[in-house]
Each structure stands twice: as structure tokens, then as C-alpha cells.
């Protein structure tokens, strides 16, 4: 025991400020195993180091599987996913959807990897810290990496690569991301296997934003032409090179023999094909015929024959995506945030997660804190169906006697039912909702206020995919300036914290301000945040080890064939 | 006959134009542009600014519409917006795609529609004639997405005969092409049979109730020899008309069929064109899919007229 002790104090001694009261509220049981190694990961704390900690704090660090399907695997092989079809090209500054993420991916890799349970792992970065504020970030770089042209990967690569994501006048899909937290200039080479981060403002979760959740930022050769074309050679580092690309229809790829983990094996398999599907029914049937290994995201109202097919395997990841049911603070009847409880009181969230996900799905609270983030303060009480309450609210605003108003979304996913099912909520209490359904399209319109249903109707409801943070959640749909702000929320208190939040660098502290949050947008009610819905993805039962993620990744390093 | 023909390319050319144009300015008037297409809602403004003046979709229209017609006009259709290819690499091998698929059901639905229309004309009223009209009213008015996925569900996935997609392996030979594209094929047969079995009937009905076939059957020519030189060249006339215009629809509307079985094709390239708002591809595939139309319209005004001798456009002029 004094020599676990020892070495204990030893290993805090080499620890930072911020890792030490980390370990501190794992000690004081402030924290539980899980939420330590996530947010250990974050702060570029190694896995041997955070699982030494646990162990000495008495808490095992044994896997937690939530749902993925592992195994030993043979050598060898082909496989053949159906992916969502690429919007467009292929091109890291511009793809915006899960088709174009999932391609990125295979010959591409990011500085780290945000798994399936939110923790982060180095795969180009080694190891990474913030100074006190976190306010710049440091990454070392891992060295023996070549790209697949054979050129080796230096902090050179990395600078580039985030400057053209962080480029104000640049085309990049990352930027919103980076807005106001990293500029080109902040990108500083350290030396040739470490990069500097200089932050625009504190950033406690950072890390993230170089991470596959920001899906765009696969490093790139300092010398790619961003102006060119990506899908000529398909540049990176990955596991995967590519063979044949046919647009529209699939991508080949064939172990990369100079890949920086060949030595131990991987990838698994010798080749891979990604077959892209327009629309879900067809890669679902053909997965059913076996013309397909995995499937690699389906939707649990078209994909029901999947869940309850025992040749099928179904990994379930939870997830932080959404739909949010805007109401317009600033406009009739949704004035008075009475009006707006009483509408969110109406909701039967239990009822939409087994109707519309088969159970595949969580309830929200009327707030982008998902039960999946660590720093959710799930002691907030939950919101529940309460007619009568709804009925006293209107009664108390002055609307009893019912209202009108028109609800605007998009024809797609479960959306239109979740519309169909809002109306009859309200219906119970004499308010009256016309829907707008119309294509995407229209919907988005140009995106901006003014021009866009999105942004500019009374009521509406918008999808919004997984996030590792909710950091995005928090900031452009409720902040007073924020650019998707479809309610037209304006709270200076919000404001306020959501900048705290961001700032903050533990746990503890992000927990604290997340509960302020919270408690702030259930009274004010400017969302309806009605269920956060698992990442489905399906695969042959003889198949193991693949690894999606709820953001649309699909690594395929070490999956395999069983038998 | 060659000024017939002469006139109807300029025609052709016309219409071609007024097409294009109707395409462009429609595709024009719908919301949302193209950057923001590409990057998606959430992108930042900026971004989108930038993408936009890139692609060169900031232009006043009046220009993009001059550079898409001059460059048309010599024979180059331009890049794609959203894959950043040239329209001609993606129009190509979809138009190919489109021509193998629709010549499979060709030649399965037309013998098989034109002969369950003969069978019903020649027995009329009896049962025979009910089950083919009957039947094959019932098989045109399910949808052919509801087609689609009953073969593909009893076919591919519960007796695996057939394969699931109609996309065959890259570099497959023309008999594995075939095998994968029957099962598409497949609701198109049922969609298409009872329409053209019926407009077959009609015919048959029409030439057999003839002045001319009743003075050819008091002339003493046998039953066989009255129906196939006077009733099937008469009879299968308006027949003709009918599947030259399915022929452009199994090239270039098969969106749904397409869609189901996973295929490139011309539909399937209309339907992803106009979602992405990708001008270029989306005028160079309807500009195919009227060539197509125009095309099987004038071959079928030819063969009518070779078939009909009452019929001679070049005379007429």
C-alpha cells in the first residue's frame, strides 16, 4: 500500500494544475470512473496514466462497451459497407454530411478521436496540454507518420491544415466551428513535431475541435492544393489507399502498407469498399440479401426488420443528436414563456422515444445538455407530460381560450411525425398548429434571418446532429447573437454563462454552470429539446470490431470476419 | 421525307432551347443557392460567400445563363457545382445505365404487353380477355416503388435468386450485367404490361370490327392470314405511339426504380441534380432526356408511316 501511495504522489507530482484537481474530484467522489478517463482524455492525460489513477482511487477502468461488438478477428479480407451517399465531392473544406465524413475518414486521420463514448484518444497527436486558462493548447505530434505520397508528417502539415480551416476568407465547412475561438495566426509550429494552439478566447474543450468530431480537419500535406482535387489521390495518413473512385457510386481503398500502425497489424482486412446509397431502404434490404457487411447508420423507423433480425448485429451508440421545436420569444403567442412551458408540458417524451425510436432514444429537458455529455447535471428534475399544468399556464397567460400558429419544418426522418404529434399535443389544451412541411431545401432557405423559414418562423423544428460538446448547441441557436437563433432568445444572464462555460477547464466547473443552464432554459423554455436519439449501425453477426461513431464515422481499422 | 426530317431537327433544336431555358430559369426561382447547398445550414456565412464566388454562382443570372448557352452551344455542358467533375463524365455513364436497364425491360415488357393484347383483342368479352385487362389494370395501378420492394424483398432477400442492387460490379461482363438487371426490370414489366396490352387490345378490336377485315374474310383468306397481314399492321399502330413514349420514360423517369435498386442513372442523376440546385448537371440531363424524347418520337412517326401507307409526311409537304 505505501508503495501504491508512492508512486501515486509520484505520478501527481508530473501532473498539471487542472489534471491534479481532476484526480481530486474523482478521490472526493465527485466524479465517477467514466466521467474522469473522458475528461482525463480531454486534457491529453495518457490511458496507462488515468487508469492507474482510478485504480489507486479504487475504481476499475474496465471497458465500457455500450453496445459494439468486439471480438478476435481473422486476417485478411474484403468488406463492403453502404454509406449515405456523398452529397458532393469529396473535398475536407467542404464536406458537410455523414456520406462525405465517413470517406474522409478511412484515408484521412485527425489529430485525435472522439469515440463512442466521448472520450478522446491521440492518433496524430501524441500527447496534449493547456496552459492555466486554456487559452493555448499544445499538441505533440506523433513522429514515423508518412503520408500515403510518402512524404513524412511534420507540425508544417498540421499549421497548414488548420489554417486553411480557420481562414475567415476561406470556403472551409470547420469554420463556424472555429469562429472566434481560432484564427490562422493562432496555428504556430513549435517545432517539428509540436503545434501550438493560440486560442481567440479560453477553451476548456478544444481539443475536440481537432478531433473527429470537426470532421473536416483530416491532415493534409502542407504541400495539397486546397484549390484541387482531393478525390485524385485521396491525401492522408490513414489505414486505407484508395484503389478506384467512381463518383456517386463507391470508393476502393487497399491497406496502406506504410500505414504508422502496419507493424502491429492494421488494418485488419486487406480491402474495403464504401458502396453510397441516396436514400436508406435500399442499403437496408441490402444488407438483409448479404450484398453488404455493415450498414453503417440507419434510422430505427425504417430499420425496425434490423433490430429484431438475429442474424443482424445492431450497435447502439447514445448520442447528443436532436431535433429542436423552436418558438419565437419575440412573437404571438409564444411572448409570454408561459405559453412556451405549457407547450413543452404537453409533450409526452417517453411516448416519441418507444413510438418514433423504438426505445433507441432518451428523453431531453429543454436543454442541449444530453444525458451523454459528463458535464450534464442530471439532478435537474426532468420534465414530464402535465396536462392539467398546461391548461393552469395558458389559463394564467391569458389563453385559455386556444391560439393559432403555423409549425415550418422539413420532410424528412421521423420529423413529420414528430410535427403530426406536437399538433396533437396541443390540440388537447384548444391551440391550433398548421403545419408547413416542405422539402429541405426550403425549409433552410438561405440560412440567414430573412430569408429563411428556419430562422424566421413562429414555431418550427430543426435537426441537429451529434456534437462531442455542446458547446455549438449552447452558442449559435441561444445566444443572443448567435447565428441560428431561431427563437429569437435574447437573456444576457445566458449569454453570460454560456461564456463561463465555454472557458471553464474541469469538470466540476462545467457541471456547476451547466446545472445554471439548465435550470435557466427550462424556465425560459425558448427550446423544446424533446429526445436526444441513438446511432444505429448494423453489421453481418460474423463481422466484429467496428467502430462507428454518433458523428458518422465509421473506422474500419480493426474490424474483421470472425468465421 | 428528307424535308420532313430537316424540319423536325429544327424543331428538335427549338424545343431543345425552350427546354433548357424553362429548366435553368425554374431551377432558378426555387430557394436557397448553391453554397449553401454544398456546405449545409450550418456553415458560416462566409464560407458560403466564398464557395459561391468560387463556383461563380454570385454572377447575375442573365451571365450564368449566357456562359451555360454559349458553352452548351459548343458542345460543353460544363462541370458539375456539387462533384466538381465535368456534367459530360457523370451524363455518360448514366445514360448508358439508363439504355441497358430500359432495354431489358423493352425487351421483356413489349413482346409480353403486345401478345396479352392480341390474345385479349382476338377474345373478346370471354374470361381470356377479362384476365388480361383485369390483371394487368391491377398490376399498372400499384406504385412501382411498391413493386420494387415486394420482388426485391421475395427475390433477393428471402430466395437470394437474384441481387439486390441493379449496380453490377465494376468491369462486369454483359451476361452478369443482364443478371442484374432483372430484377429492376421486374416492376416495370408490371407497370407497363396492362397499359400496353390494353392500348394492343383496343387496337386489335378496332381492326377486327374493319371494313377491310371483314371484306378480306369474305374474300376467303384464312383466320391467321386476315389477322397477321390486315388486323396486327393496323392494330398495333396506336401501340407503337404508346411505347415510344415509355421508351423515353424507361430512360429518363425511372427516379423511384433507380433510387430502390441502387442505380446510376439518368433518373437518379435528374432527382440528385435539382436537390443540389447543380445547374450544369441538372440542364445537361434533362437536355439528354429530351434528345431521348425527341429521338423514339421521330423513329415511331417514321415506322407509323412505313406501317400505314396512308400515311406519308414527305408527300404531304
Known amino acids: 500500500m505505501d508503495g501504491l501511495q508512492r508512486r501515486f504522489d509520484e505520478v501527481r507530482a508530473d501532473r498539471t494544475e487542472l489534471e491534479n484537481h481532476l484526480i481530486d474530484e474523482l478521490a472526493a467522489g465527485r466524479l465517477t470512473r467514466r466521467d474522469f478517463v473522458r475528461r482525463g482524455t480531454v486534457l491529453g492525460m495518457s490511458a496507462a496514466v488515468l487508469s492507474f489513477v482510478a485504480a489507486a482511487c479504487g475504481k476499475s477502468t474496465t471497458n465500457t462497451n455500450t453496445g459494439g461488438s468486439t471480438g478476435s478477428v481473422k486476417k485478411g479480407g474484403a468488406m463492403t459497407v453502404g454509406i449515405i451517399a456523398p452529397s458532393g465531392a469529396i473535398n475536407p473544406l467542404t464536406v458537410a454530411d455523414e456520406g462525405g465524413l465517413a470517406v474522409l475518414g478511412q484515408a484521412g486521420e485527425y489529430l485525435t478521436w472522439s469515440d463512442k463514448d466521448l472520450k478522446l484518444s491521440g492518433v496524430l497527436a501524441e500527447s496534449w496540454s493547456p496552459n492555466a486558462d486554456a487559452s493555448v493548447w499544445t499538441f505533440k505530434l506523433r513522429q514515423n507518420v508518412t503520408f500515403n505520397d510518402g512524404t513524412s508528417m511534420k507540425a508544417a502539415d498540421v499549421v497548414k491544415t488548420f489554417q486553411a480551416h480557420s481562414d475567415p476568407n476561406g470556403k472551409s465547412n470547420a469554420l463556424s466551428a472555429f469562429s472566434g475561438v481560432l484564427s490562422p495566426h493562432g496555428v504556430q509550429a513549435v517545432d517539428d513535431h509540436t503545434v501550438a494552439f493560440h486560442l481567440d478566447a479560453p477553451n476548456g474543450n478544444f481539443p475536440y475541435l481537432v478531433s473527429s468530431d470537426n470532421y473536416n480537419t483530416i491532415v493534409l500535406p502542407a504541400s495539397y492544393d486546397y484549390a484541387g482535387k482531393y478525390e485524385q489521390k485521396f491525401a492522408g495518413t490513414g489505414p486505407w489507399k484508395m484503389t478506384s473512385f467512381k463518383t456517386g457510386s463507391e470508393v476502393a481503398y487497399e491497406k496502406n502498407p506504410s500505414y504508422w500502425q502496419a507493424s502491429a497489424g492494421f488494418p485488419v482486412l486487406n480491402n474495403l469498399t464504401l458502396k453510397f446509397y441516396d436514400t436508406e431502404q435500399p442499403r437496408i434490404l441490402a444488407l438483409q440479401s448479404k450484398s453488404l457487411d455493415v450498414v453503417s447508420q440507419f434510422s430505427a423507423s425504417t430499420g425496425q426488420q434490423l433490430l429484431s433480425n438475429p442474424s443482424i448485429k445492431v450497435l447502439a451508440l447514445r448520442s447528443s443528436a436532436h431535433r429542436q421545436v423552436h418558438m419565437r420569444t419575440d412573437k404571438e403567442p409564444f411572448t409570454d414563456k408561459l405559453v412556451r412551458q405549457a407547450i413543452a408540458l404537453l409533450i409526452d417524451r417517453p411516448g416519441l422515444v418507444n413510438g418514433l425510436f423504438n426505445g433507441k432514444a432518451e428523453a431531453g429537458n429543454d436543454s442541449p445538455f444530453a444525458a451523454v455529455f459528463p458535464s450534464t447535471d442530471t439532478s435537474v428534475p426532468q420534465r414530464t407530460q402535465n396536462v392539467d399544468q398546461a391548461k393552469q399556464l395558458l389559463a394564467a397567460a391569458g389563453k385559455s381560450g386556444g391560439f393559432t400558429v403555423t409549425l415550418a419544418t422539413w420532410n424528412g426522418y421521423e420529423i413529420p411525425l414528430l410535427a403530426q404529434a406536437i399538433k396533437a399535443a396541443v390540440k388537447q389544451v384548444g391551440g391550433t398548429i398548421n403545419l408547413s412541411i416542405t422539402p429541405p431545401g426550403t425549409y433552410y432557405g438561405d440560412a440567414v434571418f430573412g430569408k429563411s423559414p428556419w430562422l424566421d418562423s413562429t414555431m418550427g423544428i430543426t435537426d441537429y446532429g451529434h456534437r462531442g460538446v455542446p458547446n455549438v448547441f449552447l452558442g449559435a441557436p441561444l445566444t443572443s447573437k448567435g447565428t441560428w437563433n431561431s427563437a429569437h432568445f435574447h437573456n444576457a444572464q445566458y449569454d453570460g454563462l454560456v461564456k463561463q462555460y465555454v472557458a471553464a477547464v474541469d469538470l466540476s466547473s462545467q457541471r456547476a454552470v451547466a446545472k445554471q443552464i439548465e435550470t435557466l432554459l427550462l424556465d425560459e423554455t425558448p427550446i423544446i429539446f424533446p429526445y436526444f436519439y441513438s446511432h444505429l449501425t448494423a453489421t453481418q453477426s460474423n463481422i466484429a470490431n467496428v467502430e462507428p461513431t454518433a458523428m458518422g464515422h465509421i473506422r474500419m481499422l480493426q474490424a474483421g470476419f470472425t468465421s | ?317
Not at chain 2, 408490371?190 to 378496332?206: D, H, K, P, Q, S
Not at chain 2, 427516379?255 to 440546385?277: D, H, P, R, T
Request: glycine content about 10%.
Open chain 2, 1 to 317: 421525307m428528307a424535308r420532313f426530317l430537316l424540319r423536325r431537327f429544327g424543331l428538335a433544336l427549338l424545343t431543345l432551347w425552350l427546354l433548357a431555358t424553362i429548366v435553368f430559369l425554374g431551377a432558378h426561382v426555387l430557394p436557397g443557392d448553391v453554397g449553401r447547398r454544398i456546405l449545409g445550414p450550418f456553415a458560416a456565412p462566409g464560407a458560403v460567400k466564398a464557395l459561391n464566388h468560387e463556383l461563380g454562382t454570385d454572377q447575375p443570372i442573365p451571365l450564368q445563363y449566357w456562359h451555360w448557352l454559349s458553352s452548351a452551344a459548343r458542345g460543353r455542358l460544363g462541370e458539375s457545382l456539387s462533384f466538381r467533375v465535368p456534367v459530360s463524365s457523370l451524363l455518360g455513364p448514366a445514360l448508358l445505365n439508363s439504355l441497358k436497364l430500359a432495354l431489358v425491360a423493352f425487351v421483356l415488357v413489349v413482346p409480353l404487353g403486345v401478345l396479352g393484347g392480341v390474345v385479349a383483342g382476338l377474345a373478346d368479352g370471354r374470361p381470356l380477355d377479362r384476365l388480361v385487362t383485369v390483371g394487368g389494370l391491377s398490376a399498372t395501378v400499384v406504385p412501382e416503388f411498391v413493386w420494387s420492394i415486394v420482388v426485391i424483398l421475395v427475390f433477393a432477400v428471402k430466395l437470394r435468386l437474384l441481387p439486390v442492387t441493379a449496380q453490377a460490379p465494376l468491369g462486369s461482363g454483359p451476361l452478369t450485367q443482364f443478371h442484374y438487371l432483372i430484377l429492376p426490370a421486374f416492376p416495370l414489366v408490371f407497370v407497363l404490361f396492362g397499359y400496353i396490352a390494353r392500348i394492343t387490345r383496343a387496337g386489335m378490336i378496332e381492326a377486327l370490327e374493319a371494313d377491310y377485315t371483314r371484306t378480306a374474310v369474305l374474300k376467303g383468306i384464312s383466320r391467321r392470314a386476315v389477322i397477321a397481314r390486315h388486323v396486327l399492321r393496323n392494330g398495333l399502330l396506336p401501340t407503337i405511339a404508346v411505347v415510344a413514349t415509355q421508351t423515353g420514360y424507361l430512360i429518363g423517369g425511372l427516379v423511384v426504380i433507380e433510387l430502390i435498386f441502387n442505380y446510376q442513372g439518368i433518373g437518379q442523376l435528374v432527382y440528385l441534380s435539382a436537390q443540389k440546385k447543380d445547374f450544369p448537371l441538372l440542364q445537361g440531363t434533362v437536355l439528354v432526356i429530351g434528345i431521348v424524347y425527341l429521338t423514339v418520337t421521330l423513329l415511331a412517326d417514321i415506322t407509323y408511316s412505313l406501317l400505314n401507307p396512308r400515311i406519308r409526311y414527305g408527300s404531304a409537304e
